[in-house]
Nanobody
Framework: QVQLVESGGGLVQAGGSLKLSCAAS????????VGWFRQVPGKEREFVAV????????YYRNSMKGRFTISRDNAKNMVYLQMNSLKPEDTAVYYC???????????????WGQGTQVTVSS
């Protein structure tokens, strides 16, 4: 069993930055890939970024490349998403997820956090 808790969301003006954190519990967390996803009302959850358990492989949605950076610190059971140059269309609930595969598809992840709200004003 793995528990995930996101934090760091909030209200920010367009062009600003936020750093999201995902705190995990569970002795095997370091062996999981961790992805970030986001969702707005009425739309399907969409992929943002993923990092392998050794942090030797990372992949981003095209619209996030150059703006978002995913990282992890396995010694602290933490995964981060640094978000720069935020746009109003980035407004969503952001979730972290853990799974045994390096994948961009949300249904392949086993564990999910409760989400943290990110609102970008224009």
């Amino acid at each position: 069993q793995v528990q995930l808790v996101e934090s760091g969301g909030g209200l920010v003006q367009a062009g600003g930055s936020l750093k999201l954190s995902c705190a995990a519990s569970g002795s095997t967390f370091s062996n999981f890939a961790v992805g970030w996803f986001r969702q707005v009302p009425g739309k399907e959850r969409e992929f943002v970024a993923v990092i392998s358990w050794r942090a030797d492989n990372m992949y981003y949605r095209n619209s996030m490349k150059g703006r978002f950076t995913i990282s992890r610190d396995n010694a602290k059971n933490m995964v981060y998403l640094q978000m720069n140059s935020l746009k109003p269309e980035d407004t969503a609930v952001y979730y972290c997820a853990a799974g045994g595969r390096f994948t961009t598809t949300h249904y392949e992840y086993e564990y999910w956090g409760q989400g943290t709200q990110v609102t970008v004003s224009s």
